[in-house]
């Protein structure tokens, strides 16, 4: 029984963050009494629930926090993925976010390692953000 | 502040974990009854003398859980708490029937985790896609759904996976500790005849050569999904020395909750277990060498390595080492999970951490037949929900 992939359910919050994706552009929320960073999208500041959040570009630069190769789908969806490079990675603004990466051989992933972004068009209005060694680009 | 020790396991009963269970399917309220009944047999109470319900999330009601229950029991309770932390739900849901009886609300306490097949309907519409996500939460809105789901960040393997991995670059790895913890608990298992590995003991090649699932975890450094149940009394100090058993006093109990998904964790190899046992050892005024055993939730080995950790047994990076140093077997110096864990128990969804409270009690109780821990008075229990994101801690104490 094939599935299909399921696709990140957008939010009106979230739109500029999409949107970005869209023109290959990572936008990140910051808080304007904190300077706190923000991910995931949201309309309260993580760190001091101000609401006074304005979105800017970041690079996308990041480096891996961890990952995992999963050998077995994790859902059935995924099965064409396998094995499937999930990973955490940090941005160099200092959030984090769930990704997984491209055009790397699996033996070949560290923690640590310098990261730079691949947007992903997987349709004509939706770009995933995923990630890529800075070394192969 | 805290508990003041007046409250006790008084009673428990524990269902065989089966791997393929051939038995009658039953809706989850007719298993709380049976459980409920099961316990207050070996408390020698009856029902009537219920007045209090914990409970985690039943099949038949999204809502009104507890109503839905008491009203399947025929007995009216001043005290109806619904639980929501997955792994960690027996752990959270003993020490609120401890608070309840100590805030006088409630006397005697019943805390059932039903995990048996429930019967199928035969009605049922085509399969939803979605039921294969295993995510907690796919609907709208949900950060989950936006922002996991998509990449295939699912279930439990993988954020446990990346935690392990996470350690790995800071303290380093050894993997053939972590398959010593499994052979222990194992071997535990072997003389357990309500585990799914009952005389079923492994070495370390068997964990090391299992298939790897998610890097670094292997398939018998994960649990195995069987059918079981538990269910345990809590009771008031009046009743539970008028009962049979030894009481098992709630001595301490925390509780620490960092995040949903392991991306947003402060730290990965910092675990909520930490707090939360500090606050469980600090107010039942028990030190860790204190301690005659260990029951600690083992979805995973990754867990109990880092529960070793946080919770104070051994100092952070050392875990590895500490396994490698002691005999965790239930005659070892260093007792853990002597039921088998649910490594060796199977996970009965979420019924799985029933068995280290079960454990814990029994131990206790001096009822462990063929792997009692000798003068067994002090027991250290976790819970873990989630991706070690929610999790809880008891101090249990015979005398």
């Known amino acids: 029984m094939e599935f299909e992939k399921p696709l990140p359910l957008r939010t009106p919050t979230s739109v500029p963050f999409w949107e970005g994706l869209l023109e290959n552009r990572v936008r990140l929320q910051q808080c304007q009494d904190c300077g706190t960073w923000i991910f995931y999208p949201r309309n309260h500041c993580s760190n001091c629930l101000s609401t006074s959040l304005e979105w800017k570009d970041v690079s996308g630069n990041a480096t891996l926090y961890s990952f995992t190769i999963a050998r077995q789908p994790t859902a059935p969806h995924f099965a064409n993925e396998t094995p499937q490079l999930l990973a955490i990675v940090e941005l160099d603004v200092g959030v984090r976010m769930t990704s997984t990466l491209v055009g790397i051989a699996p033996e070949d992933i560290r923690v640590g390692m310098d990261l730079t972004p691949c947007f992903d068009r997987i349709a004509d209005d939706l770009t995933l953000l995923r990630f890529t060694s800075a070394k192969a680009s | ?399």
């Not at chain 2, 999330?57 to 708490?81: C, H, K, Q």
């Not at chain 2, 085509?126 to 949900?142: A, E, L, M, T, Y």
């Not at chain 2, 060796?344 to 001096?366: C, F, K, L, N, Y």
Request: proline share 5%; with cysteine.
């Open chain 2, 1 to 399: 502040m805290g508990l003041r020790g007046d409250a006790a396991i008084v009673g428990f009963t524990e269902w065989q974990h089966i791997r393929k269970y051939t038995g009658q399917k039953q809706f989850t309220i007719d298993q709380w009854a049976a459980l409920t009944r099961e316990a207050l047999q070996d408390a020698q109470l009856s029902i009537d003398q219920v007045n209090g319900i914990v409970c985690s999330s039943i099949r038949e009601t999204d809502m009104f859980t507890p109503a839905t229950i008491v009203e399947y029991l025929g007995r009216p309770v001043n005290f109806a708490e619904h639980v929501d932390l997955g792994g960690a739900n027996p752990v959270g849901m003993v020490w609120r029937a401890a608070a309840a009886i100590e805030l006088g609300i409630a006397d005697v306490v019943v805390c059932a985790t039903p995990g048996l097949p429930i019967p199928s309907n035969p009605e049922r519409g085509p399969i939803d896609p979605r039921r294969f996500f295993q995510s907690s939460s796919h609907k709208w809105g949900s950060p989950q759904a936006e922002f996991e789901i998509p990449f295939g960040n699912l279930a439990q393997n993988c954020g446990y996976a990346m935690i392990a991995q996470r350690y790995a670059a800071e303290f380093g790895y050894d993997e053939s500790a972590l398959a010593k913890l499994v052979v222990h608990q194992r071997q535990n298992a072997a003389v357990n005849p309500l585990a799914a590995f009952y005389q079923k003991p492994v070495d370390i090649d068997d964990v090391l050569e299992s298939r790897m699932i998610a890097d670094p975890l292997r398939m018998l450094e994960i649990v195995m999904p069987v059918a079981g149940g538990g269910a345990v009394i809590v009771a008031s100090r009046e009743i539970a020395e008028q009962c049979p058993n030894r009481p098992v006093w709630i001595a301490g109990c925390g509780e620490h909750l960092t995040m949903k998904t392991p991306t947003f964790s402060e730290d990965l190899c910092r675990s909520p277990v930490g707090p939360a046992s500090e606050t469980a050892f600090k107010m039942a005024g028990i030190s860790r060498e204190e301690v005659d055993a260990c029951e600690i939730y083992d979805c995973y080995s990754i867990t109990v390595l880092l529960t070793l950790e946080d919770a104070g047994f051994c100092n952070k990076g050392e875990g590895m080492q500490f396994i490698r140093d002691h005999d965790l077997g239930y005659a070892g110096d260093f007792p853990v999970n002597t039921h088998g864990g649910q490594l060796g128990m199977g996970q009965a969804g979420g019924a799985g951490g029933m068995t280290q409270v079960i454990e814990g009690a029994r131990q206790i109780m001096d009822r462990a037949d063929g792997r009692q821990v000798e003068d067994c008075n002090i027991v250290y229990v976790s819970g873990t929900g989630g991706i070690m994101s929610e999790q809880a801690a008891l101090v249990l104490q015979g005398a």
